[in-house]
């Protein structure tokens, strides 16, 4: 005799002791004695449902910046803290002028030094330039006088772009706002040694926040900008399900990770960034079997229908649901397309009940 795994005793059981509530009344097995039901029938039809992908993500703010400066030299005043609010152009930071303004005098020195040289050169040229038209010097010397001041006025050329180049970086020792934002974090203290690429002040702005996802390569084709999703924040139940859209999908792929990374756009709802949630996207459509909610009945972790059957008789059946949508559900298997349920099943209906269709 075959034996039936106890893991799977359990739930038939169960099934069979639900089902066992359905049956006659009478004690005789037939159905003559039941009286006759009326009920709103509703018909099962297969229709295409959007199948949405839920994936996490971070808020984040539309504009960061970790903010550098040029020049080199011990830290000598911070003017912000973290949580400050500041203008674009205000000055955040300051790093000491006597460094970069030594590397401008010496630019400046090896400018002056090099208009003097051209200034000789130049002379020279216009001295040489005479003589040959005296027949006084040679085509050669003439030349090697042109030759010298072109390189002399190169030198001054060179020297220009060092001095504007010093002139910058000394410029560059007062770190500003580029935007204007809300301060995340001062990285350096009065007194650290600063350096060109070294982060120093991090600003977000305060233009609001997005909310940037990862989802999989092979997902990513249906996102384009405008894509409508929703999204919801782990910490902030109360918003619940945000409307947002695709801002962008970055065009390149994580090799490592075969993900592609998109921002969603979010309301000004006073969110910080950092926070966690889940967003839901559209990940095109799959044929799906969908009742109305009131036509589910559950009773011992089961979900149970009522359905119709050729001869008009009640016939419960155990279903399979899948996610719900405006006071559908989706039933994944246990039902057939084109199958007659009764719509409002607010208790059991004995197995075999004679089912008359309301006009409601």
Same mark, same amino acid.
């Given at each position: 005799?075959?034996?039936?795994?106890?893991?799977?005793?359990?739930?038939?059981?169960?099934?069979?002791?639900?089902?066992?509530?359905?049956?006659?009344?009478?004690?005789?097995?037939?159905?003559?004695?039941?009286?006759?039901?009326?009920?709103?029938?509703?018909?099962?039809?297969?229709?295409?449902?959007? *199948?949405?992908?839920?994936?996490?993500?971070?808020?984040?703010?539309?504009?960061?910046?970790?903010?550098?400066?040029?020049?080199?030299?011990?830290? /000598?005043?911070?003017?912000?803290?973290?949580?400050?609010?500041?203008?674009?152009?205000?000055?955040?930071?300051?790093?000491?002028?006597?460094?970069?303004?030594?590397?401008?005098?010496?630019?400046?020195?090896?400018?002056?030094?090099?208009?003097?040289?051209?200034?000789?050169?130049?002379?020279?040229?216009?001295?040489?330039?005479?003589?040959?038209?005296?027949?006084?010097?040679?085509?050669?010397?003439?030349?090697?006088?042109?030759?010298?001041?072109?390189?002399?006025?190169?030198?001054?050329?060179?020297?220009?772009?060092?001095?504007?180049?010093?002139?910058?970086?000394?410029?560059?020792?007062?770190?500003?706002?580029?935007?204007?934002? *809300?301060?995340?974090?001062?990285?350096?203290?009065?007194?650290?040694?600063?350096?060109?690429? *070294?982060?120093?002040?991090?600003?977000?702005?305060?233009?609001?926040?997005?909310?940037?996802?990862?989802?999989?390569?092979?997902?990513?084709?249906?996102?384009?900008?405008?894509?409508?999703?929703?999204?919801?924040?782990?910490? *902030?139940?109360?918003?619940?399900?945000?409307?947002?859209?695709?801002?962008?999908?970055?065009?390149?792929?994580?090799?490592?990770?075969?993900?592609?990374?998109?921002?969603?756009?979010?309301?000004?709802?006073?969110?910080?960034?950092?926070?966690?949630?889940?967003?839901?996207?559209?990940?095109?459509?799959?044929?799906?079997?969908?009742?109305?909610?009131?036509?589910?009945?559950?009773?011992?972790?089961?979900?149970?229908?009522?359905?119709?059957?050729?001869?008009?008789?009640?016939?419960?059946?155990?279903?399979?649901?899948?996610?719900?949508?405006?006071?559908?559900?989706?039933?994944?298997?246990?039902?057939?397309?084109?199958?007659?349920?009764?719509?409002?099943?607010?208790?059991?209906?004995?197995?075999? /009940?004679?089912?008359?269709?309301?006009?409601?």
């Amino acid at each position: 005799m075959m034996r039936i795994p106890a893991r799977r005793v359990l739930p038939l059981l169960a099934l069979g002791l639900v089902l066992a509530g359905c049956g006659s009344h009478d004690g005789s097995g037939g159905t003559e004695s039941l009286p006759e039901v009326r009920a709103s029938l509703v018909s099962v039809d297969s229709r295409p449902v959007t *199948r949405m992908l839920e994936v996490s993500g971070m808020v984040q703010p539309r504009q960061q910046s970790a903010l550098m400066g040029r020049s080199s030299g011990p830290v /000598t005043a911070i003017h912000v803290s973290p949580g400050d609010r500041v203008a674009k152009g205000q000055l955040l930071l300051e790093i000491e002028k006597d460094m970069n303004e030594g590397m401008l005098h010496q630019a400046e020195g090896a400018l002056a030094q090099a208009k003097a040289a051209f200034t000789l050169a130049e002379q020279n040229h216009q001295r040489f330039s005479r003589l040959f038209e005296k027949n006084a010097c040679s085509q050669l010397e003439l030349d090697a006088a042109l030759m010298q001041r072109d390189q002399a006025a190169g030198a001054v050329t060179q020297a220009s772009g060092a001095v504007a180049s010093a002139r910058s970086v000394s410029d560059e020792t007062d770190v500003r706002a580029p935007f204007a934002g *809300r301060v995340v974090d001062t990285m350096v203290e009065i007194g650290d040694l600063a350096a060109p690429g *070294r982060p120093l002040v991090m600003l977000h702005s305060l233009e609001g926040n997005e909310f940037w996802i990862t989802v999989p390569e092979s997902e990513a084709g249906s996102l384009q900008r405008g894509t409508e999703v929703e999204v919801a924040i782990d910490s *902030r139940p109360e918003l619940g399900r945000l409307a947002s859209s695709v801002k962008e999908v970055v065009p390149m792929a994580d090799p490592a990770t075969h993900s592609v990374s998109v921002r969603l756009s979010l309301p000004d709802d006073g969110l910080r960034p950092g926070i966690t949630g889940k967003a839901w996207l559209p990940a095109g459509e799959h044929p799906s079997l969908r009742v109305p909610e009131s036509a589910i009945y559950r009773s011992g972790g089961l979900a149970l229908v009522c359905v119709v059957d050729a001869q008009g008789l009640a016939r419960s059946r155990a279903v399979s649901l899948g996610d719900s949508h405006d006071g559908l559900v989706d039933v994944l298997a246990g039902l057939d397309a084109g199958q007659r349920v009764v719509a409002q099943l607010t208790q059991l209906i004995p197995e075999g /009940t004679p089912i008359r269709e309301s006009a409601e």
